[in-house]
């Protein structure tokens, strides 16, 4: 492989995506972009390694950029979600990662790469901040000895007010948040939140201890909890477990001794939540100091749209909240339909409307019934493989799903579900809520009628070209 060759293949230096993306398929191998001169192997390589083994790395310093060889696609896949909306910097300047077109780098015969090999194995055995690579096979991940997937977060200068939602919308850049609770402590906003990897609460907090939410104010600090899981009792405006959408709401100020409960311990809280009405009081605004509040600001609990992006302060946070409409990609055009879209989605939430896309078949809209069911699916499906292909889920730039106009036909790729009887989650309290896993080999069968043998259901699986490794019925 010349030097010419990959630093060629991937594009434009200045290319920008605007809206809905449709990248190059994802491979192991990624490039990288805007590299500080100075920057070495060993840097380099770091930002890869929290997804999982790093095998290979190409530094092309004179043309800024690099290729780093991941030892899966998963892991490449993950690498790029996660770093699109939060861009890394490298000595304090923003390196842009995509795919490569290259499924491998072949350095074997290109000088200086002895350098980029010792680096590989150094920074592969013993990664800074005390972060030790698995031992096990390759793409595994990262061992993080003792630390929690609970953060608990403090926000100093509290100008403006910061809701769930706003904390929610901040920290899923950083992968899947599964419970909040917020509350008040010794005059200071604090919340507690839980990641489904510990992996995600320690970029959360390299990323985002120190920053501010808004503009010279409300300033994050961040460290681990002691805890290793919160136990929600209510979804309201102070507290909400993101996987049990159907827990009561309670009367939104839960008393103390449920809410001791939920931190594991008596005797932790020191005060009571505040309603909406006792919003500035208890938040401690410093009125005093002779700081001018802007009108309306402490008004709802919920910021507007329009005022949380003109006053976000953390680069890349000033995302839209509330989308329901995914775009999928990286489909296989030969094997997916709108149904097959309708039923695979339709675990994690209510499907209204699918679209499959005219000019590019491999990409999708799927519109869930609101954005909480979007988040479930895009955290559950997204890097999964489906028909041979590594599926990418994102939040679209859309809000709804078209539908064709009257007398234009778009080939059926475009279908209303709205009103199907196959809707898993219309029913409020329905056990389904609590039946959210990620797709596994083991499938639950319900609604089964009484007849129905062992043997009727292993050829049910089998005829449709699936290989029956174990059936067992319920007692």
Same mark, same amino acid.
Request: charge should be positive.
């Given at each position: 492989?010349?030097?010419?060759?990959?630093?060629?293949?991937? =594009?434009?230096?200045?290319?920008?995506?605007?809206?809905?993306?449709?990248?190059?398929?994802?491979?192991?191998?990624?490039?990288?972009?805007?590299?500080?001169?100075?920057?070495?192997?060993?840097? /380099?390589?770091?930002?890869? #390694?929290?997804?999982?083994?790093?095998?290979?790395?190409?530094?092309?310093?004179?043309?800024?950029?690099?290729?780093?060889?991941?030892?899966?696609?998963?892991?490449?896949?993950?690498?790029?979600?996660?770093?699109? *909306?939060?861009?890394?910097?490298?000595?304090?300047?923003? /390196?842009?990662?995509?795919?490569?077109?290259?499924?491998?780098?072949?350095?074997?015969?290109?000088?200086?790469?002895?350098?980029?090999?010792?680096?590989?194995?150094? /920074?592969?055995?013993? !990664?800074? %901040?005390?972060?030790?690579? +698995?031992?096990?096979?390759?793409?595994?991940?990262? #061992?993080?000895? %003792?630390?929690? *997937?609970?953060?608990?977060?403090?926000?100093?200068?509290?100008?403006?007010?910061?809701?769930?939602?706003?904390?929610?919308?901040?920290?899923?850049?950083?992968?899947?948040?599964?419970?909040?609770?917020?509350?008040?402590?010794?005059?200071?906003?604090?919340?507690?939140? !839980?990641?489904?990897?510990?992996?995600?609460?320690?970029?959360?907090?390299?990323?985002?201890?120190?920053?501010?939410?808004?503009?010279?104010?409300?300033?994050?600090?961040?460290?681990?909890?002691?805890?290793?899981?919160?136990?929600?009792?209510?979804?309201?405006?102070?507290?909400?477990?993101?996987?049990?959408?159907?827990?009561?709401?309670?009367?939104?100020?839960?008393?103390?001794?449920?809410?001791?409960?939920?931190?594991?311990?008596?005797?932790?809280?020191?005060? *009571?939540?505040?309603?909406?009405?006792?919003?500035?009081?208890?938040?401690?605004?410093?009125?005093?100091?002779?700081?001018?509040?802007?009108?309306?600001?402490? =008004?709802?609990?919920?910021?507007?749209?329009?005022?949380?992006?003109?006053?976000?302060?953390?680069?890349?946070?000033?995302?839209?909240?509330?989308?329901?409409?995914?775009?999928?990609?990286?489909?296989?055009?030969?094997?997916?339909?709108?149904?097959?879209?309708?039923?695979?989605?339709?675990?994690?939430?209510?499907?209204?409307?699918?679209?499959?896309?005219?000019?590019?078949?491999?990409?999708?809209?799927?519109?869930?019934?609101? +954005?909480?069911? +979007? !988040?479930?699916?895009?955290?559950?499906?997204?890097?999964?493989?489906?028909?041979?292909?590594? #599926?990418?889920?994102?939040?679209?730039?859309?809000?709804?799903?078209? #539908?064709?106009?009257?007398?234009?036909?778009?080939?059926?790729?475009?279908?209303?579900?709205?009103?199907?009887?196959?809707?898993?989650?219309?029913?409020?309290?329905?056990?389904?809520?609590?039946?959210?896993?990620?797709?596994?080999?083991?499938?639950?069968?319900?609604?089964?009628?009484?007849?129905?043998?062992?043997?009727?259901?292993?050829?049910?699986?089998?005829?449709?070209?699936?290989? /029956?490794?174990?059936?067992?019925?319920?007692?």
């Amino acid at each position: 492989m010349s030097n010419s060759t990959p630093a060629t293949a991937n =594009g434009n230096d200045n290319k920008k995506f605007k809206g809905d993306r449709f990248p190059c398929s994802p491979s192991r191998v990624l490039h990288l972009r805007k590299i500080p001169n100075d920057v070495t192997e060993a840097e /380099v390589v770091s930002l890869g #390694l929290p997804f999982g083994k790093v095998t290979n790395i190409l530094m092309l310093k004179g043309k800024s950029q690099a290729f780093l060889e991941m030892a899966s696609e998963e892991a490449a896949v993950t690498m790029v979600n996660y770093y699109t *909306p939060v861009t890394p910097q490298l000595r304090s300047q923003p /390196v842009y990662i995509q795919y490569s077109n290259h499924r491998e780098l072949k350095t074997d015969n290109l000088p200086n790469q002895a350098r980029a090999q010792a680096a590989l194995h150094a /920074v592969g055995t013993v !990664q800074p %901040g005390g972060l030790a690579l +698995a031992g096990g096979p390759a793409g595994e991940g990262l #061992l993080l000895p %003792g630390q929690s *997937p609970v953060i608990r977060i403090i926000v100093e200068n509290l100008f403006y007010p910061v809701t769930l939602e706003v904390l929610h919308q901040i920290f899923s850049k950083f992968g899947t948040v599964l419970k909040i609770i917020t509350f008040t402590k010794n005059n200071q906003f604090q919340a507690l939140l !839980q990641y489904a990897d510990p992996v995600n609460a320690h970029h959360a907090k390299m990323t985002l201890d120190g920053q501010n939410i808004y503009n010279a104010c409300c300033t994050l600090r961040i460290e681990f909890s002691k805890l290793t899981s919160l136990n929600v009792k209510y979804n309201n405006d102070k507290s909400r477990d993101f996987t049990r959408l159907d827990l009561p709401s309670g009367d939104g100020q839960p008393s103390l001794e449920s809410m001791a409960a939920a931190f594991g311990g008596p005797g932790i809280i020191s005060s *009571p939540y505040a309603g909406a009405a006792g919003f500035a009081q208890a938040f401690g605004f410093p009125h005093a100091a002779g700081l001018t509040v802007p009108a309306g600001a402490l =008004g709802p609990l919920a910021i507007t749209t329009s005022a949380m992006a003109g006053r976000m302060g953390i680069p890349g946070m000033g995302g839209i909240p509330g989308h329901s409409v995914l775009l999928v990609s990286n489909l296989n055009p030969d094997a997916i339909t709108p149904h097959a879209l309708f039923i695979l989605f339709g675990v994690y939430g209510d499907v209204h409307r699918v679209k499959i896309l005219f000019n590019k078949k491999e990409n999708a809209l799927v519109q869930m019934a609101d +954005a909480t069911q +979007a !988040q479930l699916a895009m955290s559950h499906l997204n890097g999964q493989r489906l028909h041979g292909r590594v #599926l990418r889920v994102t939040l679209s730039k859309h809000q709804t799903v078209q #539908l064709p106009r009257e007398g234009h036909e778009d080939q059926g790729l475009t279908k209303d579900y709205s009103n199907s009887p196959l809707h898993r989650f219309k029913k409020p309290g329905s056990k389904n809520f609590q039946n959210i896993f990620p797709p596994s080999s083991t499938l639950h069968l319900s609604n089964i009628p009484p007849s129905v043998t062992d043997d009727d259901l292993k050829i049910l699986f089998s005829s449709n070209g699936c290989t /029956v490794k174990a059936f067992k019925f319920f007692q």
